[in-house]
């Protein structure tokens, strides 16, 4: 199997599990190699979109029928976990909105979330609409930092390969900081 085999039937769902898991990195990259003709740049923000919904959806429903386990219990007692459920007292709609849109709240709102009064049914389609918006916003952020990428290398012609390794590359410098905030936060 060649590389240009591997990312035409991986690429999207690798986007889908990135946009699920780690966030807007994956889809940056997702953006990144849709603007080197790898993948569909419509396609990759259906599946970062498809991916948030997911995982938000799979954190609500943890906050909603395991409110009383250890896990949701040590996410409750962190300040980040308050102040999502300040701000989602004051202005529900808007935070099930924005949220995933602020650094350090992508995974405890849909928790909040989920261990408030809000129904189900407000939380799904606004969780959607919202995913698909980010889905947009960070695909495209990739897909013009396409070109910037492009102009940057100039005249060198990446082959497809060597543009894996650099987006794979990116994806593990993003997780590391990602990771490395996590821990100084939790210090």
Known sequence: MTIETFVADYGLLAVVL??????ETAVVIGGLMAHQGLLSLPLVMVAAAVGSFASDQIFFTIGRRFRQSAWVARL????????????????PRAFILGFRFLYGLRTISPVAVGTSHIPTATFVPLNALAAALWGMLFATIGYV????????????RLDRQTLLIVAASLLVIGLAIRGAMRWRSGR
């Open 145 to 156: 930092f396409g070109e910037g990428f492009a102009e940057l290398v100039g005249r060198v």
């Open 76 to 91: 409750t007692a962190r300040p980040a976990f308050a102040r999502a459920l300040t701000t989602l007292e004051r202005h």
């Open 18 to 23: 990135g946009a699920g898991i780690e966030g």
